[in-house]
Structure formats: C-alpha cells, structure tokens
C-alpha cells in the first residue's frame, strides 16, 4: 500500500511543475547568503475544479441524473407548485430546518402535519409556543421549532411579513437561520445564483455536500475544520449551475443522500464518477495489484499528494489512505467528543382520575435549556455510582419537598432504566412508580403541573425518552397482571420437602421411576 505522503522529498513531482528543494540543492542552486530557504508551495490544483470543460460536464451529468432520479418530495412539490415567492422560501424553510440532524423518511410525517396546521408565515407566528412543542414532539433537536417561530413572528412584525430576498439578508435577518440553510432557501426559493437574478452564486454546503466534494476531489483534511469547510463552500459556488441553481444544489445534496453515500456507496450507479478523484485513485490502486499479481512491470500509480508535505487539504501522514477502505477514505473528521454520562431519577406518578382511567402527572421544564419547555416526569439528577437505595432516598425527598408532604421511600416501586442518547448527552433515567390516592398540591412557582391521560401524554410536548419511560412502566404493568407471572418468579425458587438439595433437577431425574423408602 502506497501511503499518502509516499512522494519524494526531491525530485520532480507530478502535476507540480517545478522541483522539490532537495532536487535544487543536487544542482547546485545554493539560495543568497542570509536569504532564507522558500517553503514548497503546495499547489492545491488537485483538489480544484480548474477545468472549465470538466466543469461543464459534472454540472450536465449531475442535473441530467437528477431530473431522472430525484425523489418525489412534499417540500420539492411546494416549491415547484407555489407562485408565491414568500410561501415558496415558507416550505423550503420549514423543510431545511427539519432536515437538519434527521432522516428524511422521519421528517416527511412532520413536514406534511406542520404544513397543514400552519400553511403560511402568519400562521405559524400566531401559533403557541406549546403548539409548536407538540407537533414538534419527538423529532428532536427542540430548539429548531421555537427559533423557526420566533423567526417567523420576526418577518411578520418587522418585515412586514416579506422574506429577505438574499441569502445574506436570510442569514443576516432571521434567527436560526445559519448559511446552509439561507443558501439553500435562497437558490431553491428565488433562483440565487441564476444570472438573471442575482450575479453572486450559492452553493449550499450539509453533511451530504462535504461527502461528495471531498471524494470528488480526494480531500483528506479533516472535514469539519473551518479552513476546510470555507475552501469546500468556495467551491460549491465555483460548481452552481447558473441556469439551475436551486436544482443543481438538491442534485448535491440528492446524489450524497441516496448514492455516495457514508458506507457501502453506488459508485456505479454515480453520474459523475469520471470527475471522482477518490474512484481513480482506487481503479489506478486495482490496476497495479493485478499487474503485480502477474508479475508484468509497471510503473507506480499516481496516487502522491499535491505537495512536498503541507497541502491543506491532504490527509495527514499519521492517517494515510487505506486501501480496505476505498472512496470511504473520504471524508475524514476529528474523532468526536465521547458525549458525558448522566443519570436522572424520574417518578411516573400515578392515580385514578374521575372515569376511572389512570392519569400521570407532568411537569414543564424550564425555557432555556436541554429539552426546553418540554413535558415530562418529575426528574431529579443523581451523581454517578449511587446505590439504588441511596436513589431511591434521594427520589424521595425531592418528591417530599416539590410535594409538601411525606413520600416514604419505600412506596417508590422500581420500574428499570431508559437509556436515551441525546447529540452530547448518554442519559440513563432510573425508572420508579408511586400511586397515589388522591389528589396533590403543588406550589406553582416552582414548575407548572398537570394531570394526563395516556392519550393525553401521548399528544403532549413530550420528549421521545419521556415516552420510552411510559413503555417501561406499561410493560412492567403487563408483567405484572399477565397469568404466566406467578410461575415465571417461582422457577428459581427451591422446592420445599424432606430431601430437596436445591439443584435443578435433570430430566432423567424426572422420569427415574421412585425409589422405596
């Protein structure tokens, strides 16, 4: 295997067009006396898109694919369909902001639900905090829902209800709004980058879009640099379709989300695999290994960096390319920060309510912060290594406190645990249950309260881990109440009776005829 950074120090390199410094030095081209020797300039052609022809030619193969292969969308059909330029950039926004961090296949219910509520801009700036936290309800990331409101309330009070026309203005203008997304509503909404509306092009850089550019163009740098994310934006705009903008983008985004995709890719099925640098470098690899395997000479593939050690946009040469890996070399990112470990004592508190039916009480969280606003069991943190008597303690006197009355520790029944793994968090909730008899009464200013139905949990602002809490204490019920229970908990149970040992006895043993005393 060749590694990355295997180009000769001296020499002439391929592509670069002048000697390395140890090849000046054999000539004899000693530098001035006191000059100091010039750094190799790394010449980053490689990693560009400097061939206007090739240019051309990705951006007619891609679109072409694309008119062919893209799928049928709810926010793709709005934005076709619509005349109006507000509500067009409307659905393109709310479908952006809901993509983000999460499948398509999750979003498409979401999308259709939040567009029927709430059609347009002044719809959703006359909408409740609380309204919005419902139907956002299990999609995560919260904090997209209330700043899309807030933004939407801004351009109904502020912009007389009109969406800036630029990405610019959206970036500069509406709260949430961050580049990608403006680019992206901005060239699918509008046309950005169409020469007849606007001379300055948008590209659009996501997750999907860095993947494409950086196999592409054999990027090896780390992905999520900001050196690296501004020379990959640079040349998003560099490849825009000046005649297609919104669609060249979607084609970007298209082509990383259903064929290159992070393992196990469709290289051939890509409609530009001869502009792919990273499907080369692994041909020319497969090629040299069958002549090598044959025992033919042939020369070395070009698979060298771009420069003598300095390029910023190759792989590192403590990481060099691994041929088991291929085009999946690409891209690479700094190893992510292990999220921190948390645990948190939650209580399904638990009565009959005036039909009969089990109602639960939750609590609202704060407004700021993780899960914000949101619904859920009453919670309290517990410190890692904590015996579960010690929780269950704990649990207790915080509930005492909130409650105003006492709750004996040993009336709080354990459920199990609930792991839930938020973007920075691995929170494991500690599941307990307590019934009450009546009613209870809570000072409102520490939190707002209520009483729910299951189906009224069901439809509230509450967090996907909150309902896996719900499933625990139902399955543990189901447990409970099933025939089978009774038998199941006596089976490790020893047999009682003059001569039990308690082994477990074989099935020979069974069927072994008795014994006479």
Known sequence: MVPLRAAAAGGLRRGAGRPGPAARSRRGAAPRRGAPLPAPAPSPARHLFSDLAEVEALRRNLLAWYDEFKRDLPWRRLAAA??????????????????????????????????????????????????????????????????????????????????????????????????????????????????????????????????????????????SSPAVIDRLWDMANALVDRSRPGDFNQALMELGATVCVPKAPLCGECPVKQHCQARHRVEKELAFASQKLFSKPAPMPDVEDCGAGGCPLCPPATEPWDSSLGVTNFPRKAAKKQPRLERTATCVLERRGCHGAAEFLIVQRPSSGLLAGLWEFPSFPLAQGLQEEKQREMLADHLQAWMGQPVAAGSLQLMGEVVHIFSHIHQTYVVYSLPLDGDITVDPALSPFRWVTEQEFHTSAVSTAMKKVLKVREKQCKEESSPGKGSKRKRGTKLQGAGNTGKQLSLRAFLRPPTSP
Do not use: F, H
Not at 156 to 170: F, N
């Open 82 to 223: 619509e005349p109006d330029a507000d509500r067009r950039a409307y659905a393109v926004w709310v479908s952006e902001i809901m993509l983000q961090q999460t499948q398509v296949a999750t979003v498409i219910d979401y999308y259709n639900r939040w567009m029927q509520k709430w059609p347009t801009l002044q719809a959703l700036a006359q909408a409740s905090l609380e309204e919005v936290n419902e139907l956002w309800a299990g999609l995560g990331y919260y904090s997209r829902g209330k700043r899309l409101q807030e933004a939407a309330k801004k351009v109904v009070s502020e912009l007389d209800g009109q969406m800036p026309r630029t990405a610019e203005a959206l970036q500069k203008l509406l709260p949430g709004v961050g580049r990608y997304t403006a680019g992206a509503i901005a060239s699918i909404s509008y046309g950005q980058g169409n020469l007849s509306s606007c001379p300055q092009a948008t590209g659009v850089v996501d997750g999907n879009v860095i993947r494409v550019l950086c196999r592409l163009r054999c990027i090896g740098a780390d992905s």
